[in-house]
């Protein structure tokens, strides 16, 4: 068995620079969507399963929707968003639902840093592995997964991309 690693990809594989290219066309509006519809859909139910009674990570999806909307200001969604971290350190013992909360947590904080859309690929994608076939798997296993998983993510984007976007999210991946 390979190192468990807390994020699946890297930068430089084809699907997550493909991803990456449709991101930098898009408004952090239209990415926080995505990020969150897709984090609510398929992340917070690998999280919920272990701890249904936690809702740090619905409240902060609701706080960065909130803020959308114009509802609450910044730094109250930002302060909500934070209780996220803790979720993800408590939630140790399961890789799975620390890789979900950490990627909820880069979903609702798209609001602030567009380029945490490209985290909610790479936890995403892992927690997605880990609760579908655990933690003992070979490196190969979990890329091909990942390649899976974000081929799925980017076909979300797709579906909701704004054509000719004229305000896209100002992006510096720094990778």
């Not at 969150?36 to 619905?58: E, G, Q, T, V």
């Not at 968003?81 to 408590?90: G, W």
């Amino acid at each position: 068995m390979a190192k468990l690693r807390k994020m699946l990809g890297s930068a430089d594989s084809p699907y997550i620079v493909s991803l990456m290219r449709l991101i930098e066309t898009q408004s952090t509006v239209t990415l926080a969507t995505w990020g969150m519809d897709y984090a609510k859909a398929h992340i917070l139910p690998i999280y919920k399963k272990d701890y249904p009674n936690d809702n740090r990570l619905a409240n902060a999806l609701n706080a960065a929707q909130d803020y959308l909307d114009g509802k609450i200001k910044l730094h109250i969604a930002k302060k909500i968003i934070k209780e996220v971290q803790v979720a993800a350190k408590e939630a140790e013992a399961s890789p799975a639902s620390q890789a979900a909360a950490r990627a909820v947590g880069a979903a609702a904080g798209i609001i602030y840093t567009p380029t945490h859309s490209l985290a909610v690929a790479f936890y995403g994608s892992a927690a997605i592995a880990y609760n579908e076939v655990g933690i003992n798997e070979s490196a190969d296993t979990y890329d091909q997964l990942a390649a899976n998983e974000c081929a799925k993510m980017e076909a979300a984007l797709c579906e909701i991309a704004a054509k000719d976007e004229k305000n896209p999210a100002k992006i510096n991946w720094n990778c």
